[in-house]
């Protein structure tokens, strides 16, 4: 059993690339979120999903896209990256109907850099 | 909204003595809580959660907390530290309305210890 599997682990980026990061959970949760993990922020919610084909706006949207076109796949795009967006990004999945109730299952971060 | 204070950045302490890790919220309903670790290089994982009934709650590896409403706290105690407790500790709170349980995170309290 994987749980939350993130991919890429790092990149690096030149200011203005895009990139594509992906989330893959096995644990058939409805419930699934991108954070970014800043130094003396903690986590933010970017972008989040209730099921399959929904997504919706966290706290700092700005400069993302996400799709969340099966259940078991939550994709964060980036179109055209900028040095803020340098960053740790972590996935997680919960299962639905006050999913935070059971926790999160998060994956393994992806430490993205922007130059 | 709810949010979630975490005071101190950096806790160090020395191995085998006692730590306790500060964590206030704020909300205008009922919360669950929750208390993550985050070891080096790592995603978060699951120490101990509040849902409801005893206001005493006991996680993985000898760490417990203890929910004050009246004082909105939730703070993190172990007893007897090990070098192994090293990590990066994150308090986290959830509404628990059915429908917005996003987890809003704390800035996180980075627990040293000292041999």
């Known amino acids: 059993n994987a749980g939350v599997t993130q991919t890429p682990k790092f990149r690096v980026l030149k200011t203005g690339q895009s990139m594509t990061l992906l989330c893959a959970q096995d644990?058939?949760?409805?419930?699934m979120y991108w954070y970014r993990q800043d130094p003396g922020m903690g986590l933010r919610l970017i972008h989040y999903?209730?099921?399959?084909?929904?997504?919706a706006k966290g706290e700092v949207p700005d400069g993302y896209n996400v799709s969340r076109l099966k259940k078991q796949n939550f994709l964060l795009g980036l179109e055209s990256a900028a040095p803020s967006q340098t960053s740790v990004y972590f996935c997680?999945?919960?299962?639905?109907?006050?999913?935070?109730?059971?926790?999160?299952?998060f994956g393994s971060g992806t430490r993205l850099t922007v130059v | 909204a709810q949010s979630v204070t975490q005071l101190d950045s950096q806790v160090p302490v020395f191995e085998e003595a006692p730590v306790e890790l500060r964590c206030n919220y704020s909300s205008s309903v009922s919360v669950y809580l929750f208390w993550y670790v985050q070891y080096p290089n790592q995603g978060l994982q699951l120490l101990l959660k509040y849902l409801s009934g005893s206001t005493l709650v006991k996680g993985i590896n000898g760490f417990e907390a203890e929910f004050n409403k009246s004082q909105t706290s939730f703070h993190l105690r172990k007893p007897s530290v090990h070098i192994s407790d090293t990590a990066e500790y994150f308090c986290a709170v959830s509404e628990t309305n059915f429908g917005n349980e996003k987890l809003t995170f704390g800035t996180g309290t980075r627990l040293t210890i000292i041999p």
């Open positions: 644990m058939n949760h409805e419930y």
């Open positions: 997680a999945s919960s299962y639905a109907g006050q999913g935070a109730r059971y926790g999160y299952t």
């Open positions: 999903s209730v099921g399959e084909g929904t997504t």
